[in-house]
């Protein structure tokens, strides 16, 4: 079974940059679609980032896209999240997540990391 775990979040002021890890162990996240949530105070989970387990093709959600950016080093079995021109509304707590290849949905998750931003 795969466990994640996520790390780099902190508090930032607005502008400011941030670089997520996400860390595998128990398997090998080379087979896996990986993704990034989060989850801000008072919201539901929303999907931020994520990039296919074989040509690495990404996808952002509208609110972080040519802001964010994920990759993925599969030696490592480790997925980031840079994160740039950090917003107040960027404020949540950010999960990663794996989904396997033709699955529907992503079935492992890490605990999640806080990110802050302060304006």
């Known amino acids: 079974q795969v466990q994640l775990v996520e790390s780099g979040g902190g508090s930032v002021q607005e502008g400011d940059s941030l670089k997520l890890t996400c860390t595998a162990s128990?398997?090998?996240?080379?087979?896996?679609?990986m993704g990034w949530f989060r989850q801000g105070p008072g919201l539901e989970r929303e999907f931020v980032a994520s990039?296919?387990?074989?040509?690495?093709?990404?996808y952002y959600s509208n609110a972080v896209e040519g802001r964010f950016a994920i990759s993925r080093d599969n030696a490592k079995n480790m997925v980031y999240l840079q994160m740039n021109s950090l917003k107040s509304e960027d404020t949540a707590v950010y999960y990663c997540?794996?989904?396997?290849?033709?699955?529907?949905?992503?079935?492992?998750w890490g605990r999640g990391t806080q990110v802050t931003v302060s304006s």
């Open positions: 990039i296919s387990w074989r040509l690495s093709t990404d």
């Open positions: 128990g398997g090998t996240l080379a087979h896996y679609a």
């Open positions: 997540a794996a989904r396997a290849v033709g699955a529907d949905d992503y079935e492992y």
